[in-house]
Every structure is written in C-alpha cells, then in structure tokens.
C-alpha cells in the first residue's frame, strides 16, 4: 500500500486534528446526496464528538455533516445506535450484554455470542475502515474496569 503524501489539515470546523481515511470507505459511507458533492482524493474524518463534521477534504475544501453518512458515528455525541461492529451491525449495547448476561471475556467470545465480525468487510463499513476488533476489546476493557469498581464498592448487584 501506498502512502499518500498529503499534507495534514485539521477540521475546517472545530479545528483539531482528524484521522485520514481512504477514499473508497468515504464513498461507501455517505449518503447519495452527499457523495454528488465530492471532491478531491484523500479525507479524514473529525474525531471531536461535539463537532458536527463528519469527513472532510485534505486536498479540497469539501467536509461533509454527521447526518450526511449512512450510519451514525459512534464517538459523537448523540450517536444512535453505536456500533461496535460495522460489518454485522451489532452495537454496543449487543457486546454489554454479551459480557454481562452471557459471561463473554474475549473478543472472540463476543463474536460467537453477538455475530460481530462475521462477514467482515470494514474498509467499505467501517467510518475509519479499520477492523472493529479494537472497538470490542475497548468495550470489554471498559466493563472490567466498571464491575472492578462495583466490586470494590460492594455493589449491591453483586
Ligand atoms: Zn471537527
């Protein structure tokens, strides 16, 4: 693969840095309106969840709004549902109950009980096009740390 030499803007609206996305995970997911208005070969997405940018141009001047994808992003505020996995459309609700009900401890656990990842095509699903496997480990980092916590707090649910 190779590297585009592109040099790096921050979001035209909040002006903080994004993460670059390929162009072909662009097209696969925006909106039918949308992807008439773009332009230029190499994006990045805006990673602040306050900020209402979606994808947005690094050679153009072209940015795109959250709700002119087909899929919601999970990091912004409001986001509904989140996913944790694109492919299988299986969200983060799916993946807690997977671990708080079904007793899951990996990421392959979850991808047994909820279907992530099956059929895994995330660079046309994915809004950074990267495997959701991250995403479902952060989940279940994240429910360690909270039933730690209830734990030491001697959680009446306990
Ligand atoms: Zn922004």
Redesign the pocket.
Known sequence: MTREKNKFKN??????P?IIVKKETVISLLSEDAIIRISGDSFAL?M?PD???SY?GLDSNISFKCDEMNVPLWFKRNAHPIYACYCSKVTKDDVINAIRKEGAMTVQDINRITGSMKNSDCSHHNPLGKCCHKMIQDIIDEEKMSSNNCFNLTCPLS
């Open positions: 979001c035209p609206e909040c002006n903080l994004g805006c602040n900020c209402d940018i947005y």
